[in-house]
């Protein structure tokens, strides 16, 4: 058995070295807030942090992750939906069909931790997740909301 740090949590799994880390979070931890999109780390649907840097959880080998690295899932961004972006998303109706909007969410917050006051270009550049729906300017709108709440 190996572990996981896993939103605060010590978490044991059994997967092979080479299994994606988001099959593990969601296979054997039952973290399902995580979505499996594309599977080659472009639509950024599986997006999770590891030690606050947002990275695409389809491609990256459970094995990569170091025993003292600490990833957070959707689940634990805020168990409360008391995060600015997760009140933002809410106050501007964000998602359409809401798959893709656990990978926003967490793409942004990483953008927020690195920059919480991020103009309209940093947002562009940050924000490489694919929607079906087309929701862009909801979620652009809805980052700089929580970049001028957390101003206040």
């Given at each position: 058995?190996?572990?996981?740090?896993?939103?605060?949590?010590?978490?044991?799994?059994?997967?092979?070295?080479?299994?994606?880390?988001?099959?593990?979070?969601?296979?054997q931890l039952g973290l399902t807030g995580t979505k499996?999109?594309?599977?080659?780390?472009?639509?950024?649907?599986?997006?999770?942090?590891?030690?606050?840097?947002?990275?695409r959880s389809c491609a990256r080998p459970v094995s990569t992750v170091g025993?003292?690295?600490?990833?957070?899932?959707?689940?634990?961004?805020?168990?409360?939906?008391?995060?600015?972006?997760?009140?933002?998303?809410?106050?501007?109706?964000?998602?359409?069909?809401?798959?893709?909007?656990?990978?926003?969410?967490?793409?942004?917050?990483?953008?927020?931790?690195?920059?919480?006051?991020?103009?309209?270009?940093?947002?562009?550049?940050?924000?490489?997740?694919?929607?079906?729906?087309?929701?862009?300017?909801?979620?652009?709108?809805?980052?700089?909301?929580?970049?001028?709440?957390?101003?206040?």
């Amino acid at each position: 058995m190996a572990t996981l740090n896993v939103n605060g949590s010590v978490r044991s799994h059994d997967a092979e070295p080479d299994t994606p880390l988001l099959w593990v979070l969601r296979e054997q931890l039952g973290l399902t807030g995580t979505k499996y999109g594309c599977g080659v780390a472009q639509c950024g649907a599986c997006t999770v942090h590891i030690d606050g840097v947002a990275v695409r959880s389809c491609a990256r080998p459970v094995s990569t992750v170091g025993a003292n690295e600490k990833i957070t899932t959707i689940e634990g961004l805020s168990p409360d939906g008391r995060h600015p972006l997760q009140q933002a998303w809410v106050a501007l109706d964000v998602p359409q069909c809401g798959f893709c909007q656990s990978g926003m969410l967490m793409t942004a917050a990483a953008l927020m931790k690195a920059k919480p006051r991020p103009s309209d270009q940093d947002v562009r550049e940050a924000m490489t997740n694919i929607c079906r729906c087309g929701t862009y300017n909801r979620v652009k709108a809805a980052i700089l909301m929580a970049s001028a709440a957390a101003k206040g």
